[in-house]
């Protein structure tokens, strides 16, 4: 439904005419448009309270299986910005109104962002990238200090925005001489009159994701990314918004070789979502983009075909997903908007070939002949095998070219396989008491009432519930920590519950699991039967936004092998974290309907309603446990930089002039 203003206009002679002033139909069909537009049109959508119950219904009883709700109240320094009572916030939404279903929707994203924590976000893709509004211009922080205009900014928005370059530029030349290009490498002095660090926190404060307060300051600017297809741009969160917020920006800039400051106003532009079904109207809208589609919600495995892993998931996925979501276990971050691909200027991708690749994984040696180089975007690809065996190549390839000291690039590295992450580990430490039998952290599940049912259900009837053992709650899928064997088919896993109090309130959770790769079920060809590479001659690199699987690889090497870690271009007293969201390991709303469906849970109180508008929910699943502290989970341990990289122009998303400078560090 949507609320059409119709006007009747009463004319001369009796006669009626009907004009509906619907602010959708004013942008369908079109690609670009304002900002202010498209908020004209998502506001025009009222409450419905049906949906506004069943969105908060299946947030609130999805995140019963949420490891952290309880540690999200308050953490522990130095991450003392998480501190979120939802299930205190869920409760204050539904009695309050709200003046469109878009306040709702950007009220219930925000508070579920407070989580802090990259697995949990709500997403609605009738509103989150429906439409993404951007800038020309995204921002450098160049010594640690200074906001600049990227010196590429004007090569990646012509590249990207082609067909919107002549509208900005016209906004642009009449008042700055030179026009757009002129901006490349510009100071930016203040951001809508104020000290530019002013707009970095109120992004900080909103964006959600990485608990430490400096990699959400880095979110900000423009980075790279390796790519399956090559390598990437990342706009940044000022350059790049999933929703249509802001409608223009005032700069006060100084063109790189002026000494004189100027006052420039951007207008941001809205492009339609690469996966936004057209419309041409209000209702048109709502029809093709807010409703369920296949996969918002869960089957039962053994009713449903084949079942590949769900779309939307998929889309929300900040690493390639796999092709079935059940065949390998991820930890994945996930965000509102869908990884992009825009791509990195020429002038920036790195000049030499690389010596062995695969897609997300490409391998360099660098001219001083000694520092190999591995850029991994991402821990997942569609296939698992073939990429174990392309890291396992690919650091031979650098030994026998003559490396002895590696660097791992793993900018905006958002998870993916939690089993590739251990064997990056294996492989390049060799076989020791931190690898064997595997890299990697024991963890605990949350042990609520339906969770506790949903393994009875499968335990009860070993063979006939769950015969394939795809269910996550299956107990055959485990390993005791403490034995470090698979549990039986007949034991409960989350009975008895661990019983805790966190923040004061009352909790539980499984037993604790061992690490969970069998060496065998990851390698197909034995693995090198010594280091390849020595802890200490390891650096990792990234601007500090390696997340979930990312983390586990980054954190075990740097806390059990002495690997060096690097953050490139982190505001210079903020203290830089090398990695966040740590998990365990995560999944989602869907994922955890189809374990009620396939145990015929899902007229429990306690299950979760199907979703009916076309939503994500996710979750943390499993958490993993300290390396420093065993005894507490490590998402909240620190994990300093040893080093912050200061930026120049020069070299900012430049990664093989980075790799020169991190190699002489190490
Ligand atoms: C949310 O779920 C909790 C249990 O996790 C329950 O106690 C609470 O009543 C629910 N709140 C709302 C507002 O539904
Ligand atoms: C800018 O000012 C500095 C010092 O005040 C001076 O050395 C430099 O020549 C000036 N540059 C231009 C382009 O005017
Ligand atoms: C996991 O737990 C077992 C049993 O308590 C312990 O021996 C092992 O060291 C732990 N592993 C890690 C990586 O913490």
Request: negative net charge; charged residues 20%.
């Amino acid at each position: 439904m949507c609320s059409t203003t119709i006007l009747a206009l009463a004319l001369f002679g009796g006669a009626t005419l009907t004009l509906a002033q619907d602010p959708c139909a004013a942008i369908g069909g079109k690609k670009w448009v304002k900002p202010s537009e498209v908020r004209a049109c998502y506001t025009s959508f009222p409450v419905i309270e049906a949906e506004k119950t069943n969105i908060l219904d299946v947030v609130n009883k999805t995140l019963a299986f949420h490891t952290s709700v309880n540690y999200q109240i308050q953490a522990p320094p130095p991450y003392e910005d998480v501190a979120e009572d939802i299930l205190f916030d869920i409760a204050r939404i539904r009695e309050e109104s709200y003046a469109s279903d878009y306040d709702f929707h950007i009220d219930i994203s925000r508070s579920v962002k407070r989580l802090i924590d990259g697995h949990v976000v709500w997403i609605n893709y009738c509103y989150d990238s429906a439409f993404v509004n951007y800038l020309p211009i995204p921002l450098v922080l160049v010594e640690g200090e200074t906001v600049h205009i990227a010196a590429e900014a004007y090569d990646v928005a012509s590249a990207e925005f082609a067909d919107q370059l002549a509208v900005w530029e016209e906004d642009v030349s009449a008042q700055i001489e030179g026009g757009l290009a002129a901006l490349n490498g510009a100071e930016v002095l203040e951001i809508d009159g104020a000290y530019p660090f002013e707009a970095v926190h109120a992004n900080a404060l909103i964006v959600g994701g990485y608990q430490a307060y400096g990699t959400r300051q880095n979110g900000f600017f423009s980075s790279y990314q390796r790519a399956a297809s090559g390598w990437n741009y990342i706009l940044g969160n000022f350059a790049l918004q999933s929703l249509p917020l802001s409608d223009s920006v005032t700069l006060l800039v100084r063109t790189a070789g002026s000494n004189e400051t100027q006052e420039v106003v951007v207008p941001y532009y809205s492009r339609i979502g690469s996966s936004t079904v057209g419309f041409t109207d209000g209702p048109s809208f709502r029809e093709g983009n807010c409703r369920a589609v296949g996969g918002t919600n869960g089957v039962d495995y053994y009713s449903a075909a084949d079942q590949e892993t769900p779309e939307p998931l998929v889309k929300a996925m900040q690493a390639p997903a796999p092709r079935r979501i059940q065949e390998h276990l991820v930890n994945t971050m996930l965000d509102t908007t869908p990884i992009m691909d825009v791509v990195l200027p020429p002038e920036l991708t790195p000049p030499q070939e690389p010596v062995e690749g695969f897609g997300v994984g490409q391998f360099y040696m660098l001219s001083d002949g000694t520092t190999g180089v591995l850029a991994l975007g991402s821990f997942s690809g569609a296939f698992f095998g073939p990429m174990v065996q392309g890291l396992y190549d690919g650091l031979l390839e650098l030994k026998s070219r003559g490396a002895e000291r590696l660097i791992v690039d793993v900018t905006n590295n958002g998870g993916g396989y939690i089993c590739v992450a251990h064997a990056l580990h294996r492989l390049i430490s060799g076989p020791k008491s931190t690898t064997i039998p595997n890299a990697g952290l024991n963890t605990t599940a949350r042990a609520g009432r339906l969770a506790q049912t949903i393994v009875q259900t499968i335990v009860d009837s070993p063979g006939t519930v769950d015969p394939r053992s795809v269910l996550l709650y299956n107990p055959v899928n485990w390993y005791d920590a403490d034995t470090n064997a698979a549990f039986d088919a007949s034991d409960n896993w989350l009975v008895p519950p661990v019983e805790k109090i966190i923040n004061g309130r009352e909790d539980a959770f499984s037993q604790t699991l061992g690490t969970d790769c069998p060496e065998a079920d990851i390698f197909a060809t034995p693995p090198p039967d010594s280091a390849l590479f020595e802890g200490s001659q390891v650096a990792i690199i990234s601007n500090g936004r390696c997340a979930s699987s990312c983390s586990l690889f980054s954190i075990a090497m740097a806390k059990t092998e002495g690997s060096k870690t690097v953050v490139v271009g982190g505001k210079s007293d903020t203290p830089q974290k090398y990695c966040g969201i740590v998990g365990g390991q995560s999944t989602d709303f869907s994922t955890i309907d189809s374990e009620i469906k396939s145990t015929g849970l899902k007229e429990h109180e306690l299950a979760p309603p199907d979703l009916i508008v076309n939503g994500v929910q996710g979750i943390t699943w499993r958490l993993g446990y300290g390396i420093d502290d065993p005894s507490e989970p490590e998402e909240w341990q620190d994990r300093p930089a040893d080093v912050n990289l200061p930026l120049t122009l020069d070299v900012a998303n430049n990664p093989a002039k980075l790799w020169d400078i991190v190699a002489q560090l190490i």
